[in-house]
């Protein structure tokens, strides 16, 4: 999918053009839903694209480059990922207790959505991803500041590890339990959360991404062979 872009960088898509639907490139490329969306997600977060709900994905006129520009989309390794989720330990600790203190009834119930969500994917065979996303990003929200949210939402689903990696390949469990595994580190911080713990929700929000970030820190020293992301995405 990494064509999709050096199409828009050429110019063959001009801005405000409409890209293809979903379906037409599943079948272009010949992959899947979850990899087109992904892709998509990639795109906005380079602030190429934006998508209108019920109306299509178009380009966007190239912004002005700045120096502090973050692209996230040059994660690509698991060393890569691994900075990331040092980043993320940090932000999203703070984060997890602001969202304790100043949480909303129906933020709460969003978050739980999202849970459940993931619960679902993960008896269907699913893809869990959009959903894991959506829970951080539910914190986020909570936070009341909205430079919580900015940031999240300009990493867009690539803030997942599993979006760019086969995490489980890497965990003792592998497979649905690896990722109920990671769905009850989650509830540990929503309950944290509804408690309105912020010091639980802090330790919890740690745990859980210091989990990821260790089982990809023993992956990156197994050797340079483990180190190249799952796919081309």
Same mark, same amino acid.
């Given at each position: 999918?990494?064509?999709l872009r050096?199409?828009?960088?050429?110019?063959?898509f001009?801005?405000?053009?409409?890209?293809?639907t979903?379906?037409?490139?599943?079948?272009q490329?010949?992959?899947?839903?979850?990899?087109?969306?992904e892709?998509?997600?990639?795109?906005q977060a380079a602030?190429?694209?934006?998508?209108?709900?019920?109306?299509?994905?178009?380009?966007l006129p190239?912004?002005?480059?700045?120096?502090?520009? *973050?692209?996230? /989309?040059?994660?690509?390794?698991?060393?890569?990922? =691994?900075a990331?989720?040092e %980043?993320?330990?940090s932000? @999203?600790?703070?984060?997890a207790g *602001?969202?304790? /203190?100043r949480?909303?009834?129906a933020?709460l119930? =969003?978050?739980?959505?999202? %849970?459940?969500?993931?619960? @679902?994917?993960i008896a269907?065979g699913?893809?869990?991803?959009?959903?894991?996303?959506?829970f951080?990003?539910?914190?986020?929200?909570?936070?009341g500041?909205?430079?919580?949210?900015?940031?999240?939402?300009?990493?867009?689903?690539?803030?997942?590890p599993?979006?760019?990696?086969?995490?489980?390949?890497?965990?003792?469990?592998t497979?649905?339990?690896?990722?109920?595994?990671?769905n009850?580190e989650?509830q540990?911080?929503?309950?944290?959360?509804?408690r309105?713990?912020?010091?639980?929700?802090?330790?919890g929000?740690?745990?859980?991404?210091?989990?990821?970030?260790?089982r990809?820190?023993?992956?990156?020293?197994a050797g340079?062979?483990?180190?190249?992301a799952?796919?081309?995405?």
């Amino acid at each position: 999918m990494n064509d999709l872009r050096a199409k828009i960088e050429a110019g063959l898509f001009q801005p405000g053009d409409k890209l293809p639907t979903e379906p037409a490139l599943m079948s272009q490329q010949g992959v899947s839903r979850t990899v087109i969306r992904e892709a998509i997600s990639r795109l906005q977060a380079a602030g190429l694209v934006e998508t209108r709900h019920g109306v299509g994905t178009f380009v966007l006129p190239p912004a002005p480059k700045t120096v502090s520009a *973050l692209d996230f /989309l040059t994660v690509e390794t698991i060393r890569d990922v =691994l900075a990331m989720l040092e %980043l993320r330990i940090s932000l @999203e600790t703070e984060a997890a207790g *602001l969202a304790a /203190l100043r949480r909303s009834e129906a933020q709460l119930e =969003l978050m739980r959505q999202a %849970l459940n969500s993931f619960e @679902e994917n993960i008896a269907k065979g699913e893809s869990a991803v959009d959903a894991d996303f959506n829970f951080h990003l539910q914190i986020a929200l909570a936070t009341g500041n909205k430079y919580f949210e900015d940031f999240y939402r300009h990493l867009g689903t690539t803030t997942i590890p599993r979006a760019r990696l086969d995490t489980a390949r890497f965990a003792e469990a592998t497979g649905q339990l690896y990722l109920q595994q990671t769905n009850q580190e989650h509830q540990f911080i929503l309950e944290a959360i509804a408690r309105q713990d912020s010091e639980s929700a802090r330790a919890g929000m740690r745990m859980h991404l210091s989990n990821s970030r260790e089982r990809l820190r023993r992956a990156s020293e197994a050797g340079p062979g483990d180190t190249e992301a799952a796919g081309s995405m």
